[in-house]
């Protein structure tokens, strides 16, 4: 089965940038999605077809996608950020939705 | 548009459990729907989708045989049907709409979960 590697933590002062990366096997080749999950909610889309934004989100997250790493990338990060972060694709192969481990963004 | 999920609870191995979600606010049976999950302090699983007109079901490994998703487009509701229940099958289960159809979409909006506890 497709796999989706995460770090499981990024730390971040404030008015930095924070960057995650969804590590998979040619993941350039698919589509990548990025879900925001604050403690005690439910997730929130936040990048959709490797770049874009939902309405919404904030122009401070943006994606990027080549070979095989995914980049979410949170620029002027602040407090309210501050939440787990998911990566997800569809594997054509298996025909299966994978999520990617999580990695827990730490604001400073 | 809205999802909220309902039937959770808790419930002991081995026995069945039917989770339903009342969708509102956007044309539900022109969209595939999902079921993902979430074990306590864990992270996010894909359970089960289905495309517009049910004629397209998929299932993950963990749950294919046990789990049986349906939908009904004229009352606008998902479902899911878990029998034979394991203690791992504990998690918050989210009813997630579609972008469009199954595929390279993406999972918008959100419900906000229902609980299911499998234990003796």
């Known amino acids: 089965s497709f796999i989706l590697t995460q770090p499981p933590s990024v730390s971040v002062a404030p008015g930095k940038t924070a960057t995650i990366t969804c590590g998979g096997h040619d993941i350039g080749s698919k589509s990548v999605q990025w879900y925001q999950q604050k403690p005690g909610q439910a997730p929130v889309l936040v990048i959709y077809?490797?770049?874009d934004r939902p309405s919404g989100i904030p122009e401070r997250f943006s994606g990027s996608n080549s070979g095989n790493t995914a980049t979410l990338t949170i620029g002027r990060v602040e407090a309210g950020d501050e939440a787990d972060y998911y990566c997800?694709?569809?594997?054509?192969?298996?025909?299966?939705?994978?999520f990617g481990t999580g990695t827990k963004v730490t604001v400073l | 548009v809205q999802l909220v999920e309902s039937g959770g609870g808790m419930v002991q191995p081995g026995r069945s459990l039917r989770l339903s979600c009342a969708a509102s606010g956007f044309n539900f049976g022109g969209y595939a729907m999902h079921w993902v999950r979430q074990a306590p302090g864990k992270g996010l699983e894909w359970v089960s989708s289905?495309?517009?007109?049910?004629?397209?079901?998929i299932y993950a490994d963990s749950v294919k045989g046990r789990f049986t998703i349906s939908r009904d487009n004229a009352k606008k509701s998902l479902f899911l049907q878990m029998n034979s229940l394991r203690a791992e099958d504990t998690a918050l289960y989210y009813c997630?709409?579609?972008?469009?159809?199954?595929?390279?979409?993406?999972?918008?909006?959100w419900g906000q979960g229902t609980l299911v506890t499998v234990s003796s």
């Open positions: 997800q694709v569809w594997d054509s192969t298996s025909d299966h939705y994978v």
């Open positions: 077809f490797d770049t």
């Open positions: 997630v709409k579609d972008s469009g159809n199954l595929g390279s979409n993406w999972f918008d909006p």
């Open positions: 289905i495309n517009w007109n049910s004629d397209t079901i």
